[in-house]
């Protein structure tokens, strides 16, 4: 009796909702994770949005190694690049992407992988934004959202998200406050998020912090003051 072949793949890996049910869409269609990697233009900035210290936490809690891939221009040949890179290094044969829609409009993740010999698995692509948040509550998804478009989501709105858990609570009523509608998964970025404990999590992370306003005043973030990884057992 024959049987598939496993295959090898990466997972692109903010830490955020999209790219969390994405590795468990993965993982439940028997690929096997080489690495969750995160693509980056620089270490020395930190993201606003996906910390890097909780990127690392969320990694040992999921019992997956992670790295960093640095992206620079041109952009499209550095993300090829890198791609040809892991797929030598780690015999990958899939990069998984929690993309749901195409935010560039230049099929831009396609031509990244075309000619590599690594296919482009998207589990979540034209997902319906509340159904997706309804299957990651009813999977026990623990979601913090981290950061907010003050442009898109009004002042006001984004005090009420940042800081706050992604919940049907959230969606049923604070997003009609927001100043602007918006998509609901946050797809245009108006909001972020960061999972705490999810289905693969080893152990669940707490967080304290408080909101902060960017530089550029455009962001209301999530600023990190403490992390602590917590066993589930």
């Excluded at 009796?1 to 468990?24: C, E, H, N, W």
């Amino acid at each position: 009796m024959s049987t598939q072949p496993i295959v090898r793949a990466v997972v692109a890996f903010t830490g955020g909702k999209d790219s969390v049910y994405a590795l468990q869409q993965a993982k439940e269609a028997g690929f096997e994770i080489a690495t969750l990697v995160t693509f980056t233009p620089s270490l020395e900035k930190e993201f606003l949005a996906h910390n890097k210290e909780l990127i690392k936490a969320q990694a040992s809690a999921l019992g997956l190694p992670h790295r960093y891939c640095i992206i620079k221009e041109p952009y499209l040949e550095s993300y090829q690049e890198n791609v040809l890179q892991l797929k030598e290094e780690l015999k990958i044969s899939a990069l998984v992407t929690g993309d749901i829609i195409d935010v560039t409009k230049t099929c831009f993740m396609e031509r990244v992988v075309e000619n590599s010999g690594v296919e482009l698995w998207r589990p979540l692509w034209d997902i319906e934004r509340a159904a997706l948040i309804q299957s990651l509550i009813s999977h026990g998804y623990d979601i913090l959202l981290t950061c907010a478009n003050k442009r898109q989501c009004g002042p006001d709105g984004a005090e009420l998200l940042v800081g706050k858990q992604l919940n049907l609570k959230t969606v049923s009523d604070i997003f009609p406050k927001l100043q602007n509608e918006i998509d609901v998964g946050g797809e245009l970025g108006e909001y972020h998020t960061m999972v705490l404990d999810a289905p693969g999590f080893l152990e669940k992370i707490l967080v304290d912090g408080s909101p902060k306003t960017s530089d550029d005043e455009n962001y209301l973030y999530f600023d990190l003051k403490q992390i602590q990884l917590i066993s589930k057992t």
